[in-house]
C-alpha cells in the first residue's frame, strides 16, 4: 500500500469518526427485510444527493448506484454493500449501546459495513480526485436468504458498460472471501389422502412419507470433487395430532464452491423426486426457491492482484494478516460470470443473523479506513 494513501486513509476516517457511528445509527434503525429495502435505499440515495453526488439512481431492484467519475471509460469498478437484513421488522429496528459497541439486528450484516462504503465515498466526492476507471458505489438489494442476490444479478446484467472487477463489503476483519459457495435451494411438498389417525390408520401420511425422502436425500452420495453439503432447514405440514397428514413440506439446500458438483446434485434429487412421485398413493413436487452460481472461469492472475490490494488494506490498516475463506455472498455473481471479484470484512463484531448481534464502535473507523485504501486504487496520482 501507498504509505501516503494509507496515512489519508486513517487520518480522514479518524476525522469522521463521529459521523459514521451517527450514521450507523440512523440507518440501522430503519427496518430493511430482503425484498422490502425501499425505506433504506431512498436515505441512502439521498444522503449520498446531500454529500455533492450529482450520478446517483434506484433502479428496479432498489440498488443505489451513485457513479464516480466518467460514465464513458470502457469499464466499471464496483465497490458494494447490501442494505437488507434477515429480519422481517419494517419499522423501526431497536438500536441500543454502550461505551465500547453497538447492538441491533442486522447492524453488522451488512449496516456498518454500508456505513464504511458511504464514508469512503464521501472522500471521494469531498476530493474529486482523478480515476482510472468509472467507480460504481451500489447499496445493493436482496443478498440475504431468498433474495437469491437479486440486486447484483440486476446490476451486473443492466451495467452500461462491462463490470471489470467488484468488491463487496460484508462480514468481520480479517475475513476475504476469494471463493464463491454456491447454492441450489428447493421446496418439495406431498400430498395424499390423507385421514383420521385411528378409523383410516395405514393410508399414507404425507410427513411420514416427506421425512423418507429427506434421509434419501440425507444418503445420496455427494461428489468428492469440492466439497458439497446438504441441509433441510424447515418442515411444515399436518394439521393435528389426532389426523393423518395430507400436506407436508420442507424447504432444503445444497451448496458446493463447484458449479458442476450442484449440477449433479439437483439431477440426484430430482430423479429421487420422481421416483418417489411415481407412486399412485401420493403426488410429491420440487420447486427451486433459490439459485446462488459458484465461481466460473476467473482469470487466476486478476483474481490475485484483486485479492492483494485487500490483503495489503488489512495489513495496512490493522496489522494483521487477511483470512481467506469460501462463503456466499455478493461476490458470487460476478465471479460466476467470470469478473475478478472478492468479499471483504470491514469490521468487528459478532452474533450475525441474531436481534443480538453488534458491533465493537472503535472498528468502524478502521472499516472506513479499508474501504478507503480499496477504492483508492483506482485514484491517478498527480504527476
Known sequence: MNPRETCTALEFAQE?????????????RIGAPTGDEGRRAEFV?????????????VDEARNVVCILGNRSEP????????????????????????????????????????VTLLMATK?????????????????????????????TKQLMREATAPVTELTALDAHFPEVVTEAVGSMRYRISVHTQGGHSWKNWGVPNAIERLSRIVCAMYDLPRPTEARTTCNVGLIEGGT??????????CLCEFRSTSEACLQEMDEKLRNLVARADARDDMEVRIDVIGRRPATGDVSESAERRLTRRC????????????????????????????????????????????????????????????ALLLMMAHVVEDE
Request: hydrophobic share 40%.
Open 240 to 249: 393435528t395430532v389426532n389426523s393423518i397428514a395430507s400436506e407436508a413440506s
Open 123 to 151: 472522500w471521494f466526492l469531498r476530493h474529486r480526485p482523478k480515476l482510472d476507471t468509472c467507480v460504481v458505489v451500489v447499496a445493493n438489494s436482496g443478498e440475504e436468504g431468498l433474495g437469491n442476490l437479486k440486486g
Open 311 to 370: 490483503d495489503d488494506a488489512i495489513q495496512a490498516v490493522l496489522g494483521m494478516r487477511a483470512r481467506h475463506v469460501s462463503s456466499s455472498t455478493d461476490a458470487n455473481v460476478p465471479l460466476s460470470l467470470g469478473v475478478p471479484a472478492v468479499c471483504v470484512g470491514t469490521i468487528a463484531g459478532g452474533l450475525p443473523h441474531t436481534r443480538d448481534e453488534w458491533i465493537r464502535k472503535a472498528s468502524l473507523e478502521q472499516g472506513v479506513a479499508v
Open 75 to 114: 469499464g466499471r469498478a464496483v465497490f458494494s454493500a447490501h442494505t437488507d437484513v434477515v429480519f422481517p421488522d419494517t419499522g423501526e429496528l431497536p438500536l441500543s449501546e454502550d461505551e465500547e459497541n453497538m447492538y441491533a439486528p442486522g447492524i453488522g450484516d451488512d449496516t456498518a459495513c454500508l
Open 45 to 57: 440515495a439521498n444522503w449520498l444527493r446531500e454529500q455533492g453526488a450529482t450520478d446517483v439512481t
Open 16 to 28: 469522521v469518526h463521529e459521523e459514521s457511528l451517527e450514521l450507523l445509527r440512523t440507518i440501522g
